[in-house]
């Protein structure tokens, strides 16, 4: 199992299309793939779009992402991919 | 359609009120109409396994649709606008959903649609506490799928548009938005739970002269599209999987009954009506759907007294272009011809022009509507302004602002208007004379009448909505039904000041509700003074004959006396005696309203 931290970036936070983008991949890949809040608020499945939008994930909010599977390397540098590029969203 | 069903299929009954006459047999359409009751049912052990399994077929269906609507959204609209029912369709999926669902229809024993609702609550519930504002209307999306799933769950798909031949609708209620999805050409009678004589469907059923039956309480939760139904409006009554018996009865009175539901139209449809002591009235059609078009110069009616423009609003959400508006009013005037057609401007809150309000109100009828609406989301006023003036130019068109509150509503939308007209000749673009009215229905409107008869060519009297605000009666609601009182004091009290009214001030007035189209109402209404009504064309022919059939005088001593009465009851008991005393061969006992009693 590994674990990283993220910070949520884009201005709309984990919303719907987030959400959604975050979640479709995270179904790509086998690992067990989870999102927690470092505040211990809460934490969520990254494989499911409802518990990931629980997570009430504002701008700014710092999430530790764990992986743990035969995938997990590939599926971690994705999702974290996705939340240093603020999901698309952050330019303009 | 399903064997299990079959054998158990017992005749059953349902006591309503006939509100449009006729008698038809067919099969049953359900149509869903957004405002989903969801009720509680137990299930048997042996049950279960069934209804998980149907909660997954209409999870299945609810994802093709979505899917549908995404591939649509996204070459409209664009990938991005697109996302949103991408996370619709990652809900649909979504394992903590399905978990919750099925867990609680197999411990609760419950029924799919209730596990469904317990299941999305609790998320909704969840989401409440959201701090942030934007992420905690990702609720919305949530109802918007759990919704879904529900009409999944009804069985119904997003294509009822097609009917079968003998589709006979059976609904919660309908809505003037579910109408304007529907084939209604092809529909050959209405059932609802909801509804009284003046809902909707009563009002939609006559103008399409089906028959239909309303107030059946839970008929649409029971029927299965595609069930044979009978819908017995003389009687009011509906029979869901009728035995053979009942259907070859119900076969038999169809045939000897055929070309009863279709009053003649008049011959002498084009001439002026007169009254026996010569006083002229004039008959004008309200029309909303194509298909009542070609009854307009069927029964004679001396053109559109009343069009209803939200018809024009079919799909949530999409507002009709100023060209196709300006297309349908060009129709409309064509068929009005000389005689004019009168289009009442948007009678609708922002929940119809999707996304304009996003809070629910909590009384929508006194609530953003109509024209507080248009004046508040003035684009809407403008364009439909812009299309009514233009097309005004290939024919006689005016305007009638509805739920007017007083002179200030008239003001501004007149404003508007005319701001739309100089901006046409401005933009060298044709347009053509319109005069503008107010609809006189709320109860400021009636006790300043006065004053906004200055300010208007004419008044339109809109009696249903007249009796809903006067007497505070819902008139869609069944529980409050006896308070719907059309001909209590009150009611002719404002009627007559309304008409006293706009008379002092020299303009016309047409009364365009259903009393207009009730034979009975239509003495007291021309006693108080109306000379113009306007009524569903299939009316005309039996209204004619009253008016043809009485004198002015008469009329007006029985509205006279009416206007003593303390109550509705007395209102009701003197006009039935005084009209089959007067008049028994136009007025047999049948055709008055009922006494309270007998109901």
Known sequence: MIERRVRVTNRLGLHARAAALLVRTANTFQSTLRLERVDAAAAADAKSILSVLMLAAARGTELRVTADGVDEMEAMSALCGLFADGFGENEG | MSKRRRKTEQEERWRGRGVSEGVALGRVLRVFNGTRQVYRATLDEK???????????AIRLARRQLLAIKARAEKELGADHAYIFDAHLLMLEDRKLLDDVEKYISEERANAEWAVKVAADRLLAVYAEIKDDYLRERGSDIEDVTQRILVALSGEGLDYRKLTEDAIIVAEDLLPSAVAELDFEHARAIATDAGGWTSHTAIIARGLRIPAVVGLRDLHRRAQTGDQVVVDAQQGIVILHPSAETVKHYKALITNSSGVRHLP?????????LMLDGKEITLRANVELPAEYEDVRRYGARGIGLYRSEFLLSHKGAMPSEEEQCEAYREVAELAGEDGATIRLFDLGGEKFGGATTETER????GLRAIRFSLRQEEVLRTQARAILRAAAYGHLDIVLPMVSDVTDVRRAKRLINEERARLDSEGKKSGRVKIGAMIEVPSAVMTADKVAREVDFFSLGTNDLVQYLLAVDRGNEDVADWFRSLHPAVLQSIERTLDAARKALIPAVVCGEMASTPAYVVVL?????????MTPSSIPRVR???????????????????ECETADDVEELVRVRLSKNWPHLFPPKSLPAPRDAE
């Not at chain 2, 009384?363 to 006194?366: Q, W, Y």
């Not at chain 2, 021309?526 to 306007?534: K, N, P, V």
């Open chain 2, 47 to 57: 049950d279960i396994g069934r209804e998980v399994r149907r909660l997954r077929a």
């Open chain 2, 265 to 273: 139209a008049s011959e002498d449809g084009r001439g002026p009506l």
């Open chain 2, 363 to 366: 009384n929508p009828a006194l």
């Open chain 2, 526 to 534: 021309i006693g108080l003074g109306a000379t113009d009504l306007s």
């Open chain 2, 545 to 563: 004959r009253t008016i043809a059939g009485i004198k002015h005088a008469d009329a007006q001593e029985i509205a006279l006396a009416c206007l």
